[in-house]
């Protein structure tokens, strides 16, 4: 699992370890400094396809002051600038570069669900209709989230108070009678703050669904269609970018190959059966260019050795370019 700093304690790394579930994430509060000469000018593969290079040194590290330590793997990154930036991971027998390419690649995720928003609707509804959460369920008091608004909005009113005040008493020859309404003004909203945090704390923050009036109870949208869609469509994304990795090698752009790929999925082609041979030949149609044609060539060529079968006829796919 790889995520971020907020979870790099010594508790969950492990409970997770426990569990044989590795975890890879930044590490907390980091102020010593390596030596400069440990670090190594090295060539990192990243998740997604391709490589850069990384100064980059590897130490095991005890997690946590106590005897009962975790024993983690530390990986740091030399910046140009002199900064160290620090990875840990219980999955000791990773190496740097494999850590420090998954741990520095956890921005795709961000990149992922943008692409997948955009190519293939992931965030869009398949169907209309809810259903009622189970009674147990807790969710956020609908009281406590208006007195934490109500806070909220109070302190800048307060804020903009002083502020108005401080700027009166700095000029000269300020009104006395005007500095005397600003200063009743501020009182009166500090008390309102004052009353409104004591009513928020005395508020639970979270209730009970079936403790909620029957208009105020949250629903959710049907989840089941929701996820077999998703789920396809995440599987559709795999055999994409899986296409991209192949067709990478004769494009130097990724994104450049994803577009080519994202064409060649809508493209136009001749469907031609033999049944004495047992095949199934699909042509795609041309692309757009000479290059896009040399590497679509390519890839089907490559999809062509892997010998794929029908699912249903059991004949051999047999891909081409006319």
């Known amino acids: 699992m790889v995520f971020d700093r907020e979870g790099a304690t010594q508790s969950l790394l492990s409970r997770l370890w426990q569990q044989r579930i590795g975890a890879l994430t930044y590490r907390k509060n980091?102020?010593?400094?390596?030596?400069?000469?440990?670090?190594?000018?090295?060539?990192?593969?990243?998740?997604?396809?391709g490589s850069t290079r990384m100064k980059l040194a590897m130490r095991e590290t005890p997690l946590g002051a106590d005897a009962n330590g975790l024993p983690v793997t530390?990986?740091?990154?030399?910046?140009?600038?002199?900064?160290?930036?620090?990875?840990?991971?219980?999955a000791r027998q990773l190496g740097n570069t494999t850590i420090?390419?998954?741990?520095?690649?956890?921005?795709?995720?961000e990149n992922y669900f943008?692409?997948?928003?955009?190519?293939?609707?992931?965030?869009?509804?398949?169907?209309?209709?809810?259903?009622?959460?189970?009674?147990?369920?807790?969710?956020?008091?609908?009281?406590?989230?208006?007195?934490?608004?109500?806070?909220?909005?109070?302190?800048?009113?307060?804020r903009k108070l002083q502020a108005e005040l401080a700027r009166t008493a700095l000029k000269d020859g300020?009104?006395?009678?005007?500095?005397?309404?600003?200063?009743?003004?501020?009182?009166?909203?500090?008390?309102?703050?004052?009353?409104?945090?004591?009513?928020?704390?005395?508020?639970p923050r979270k209730v009970t669904i079936d403790s909620l009036p029957e208009a105020e109870r949250p629903t959710q949208l049907p989840p089941l269609n929701k996820m077999l869609c998703d789920t396809v469509k995440m599987v559709a994304y795999r055999a994409e970018t899986a296409m991209v990795a192949l067709v990478r090698r004769h494009l130097n752009n990724e994104d450049d190959a994803r577009a080519l790929?994202?064409?060649?999925?809508?493209?136009?082609?001749?469907?031609?059966?033999?049944?004495?041979?047992?095949?199934?030949?699909?042509?795609?149609?041309?692309?757009?260019?000479?290059?896009?044609?040399?590497?679509?060539?390519?890839?089907l060529g490559?999809?062509?050795?892997?010998?794929?079968?029908?699912?249903?006829t059991g004949a051999k796919m047999m891909f081409g370019l006319v």
């Not at 420090?100 to 995720?109: L, S």
């Not at 003004?185 to 009513?199: G, I, N, Y």
């Not at 062509?304 to 029908?310: C, I, P, S």
């Open 30 to 49: 980091v102020k010593d400094l390596w030596p400069e000469d440990e670090f190594q000018d090295q060539e990192v593969r990243l998740p997604a396809g």
């Open 74 to 90: 530390e990986v740091r990154r030399l910046t140009p600038t002199g900064h160290q930036t620090a990875v840990i991971t219980t």
């Open 100 to 109: 420090a390419g998954r741990m520095f690649a956890r921005w795709c995720q």
């Open 114 to 158: 943008a692409y997948m928003m955009e190519h293939y609707a992931i965030d869009g509804l398949i169907e209309y209709g809810e259903e009622s959460l189970p009674g147990t369920h807790q969710v956020v008091n609908p009281r406590w989230r208006e007195l934490d608004q109500a806070v909220r909005q109070t302190r800048q009113s307060e």
């Open 174 to 203: 300020g009104e006395i009678q005007k500095n005397a309404e600003s200063v009743e003004s501020l009182q009166a909203v500090q008390e309102e703050l004052k009353r409104l945090r004591t009513q928020r704390k005395t508020t």
């Open 261 to 299: 790929i994202r064409a060649l999925l809508v493209s136009s082609a001749d469907i031609q059966p033999d049944a004495a041979a047992n095949t199934l030949t699909v042509n795609i149609h041309r692309m757009a260019s000479p290059v896009h044609d040399r590497a679509i060539a390519a890839l």
């Open 302 to 312: 490559e999809l062509t050795q892997q010998v794929f079968l029908h699912p249903e």
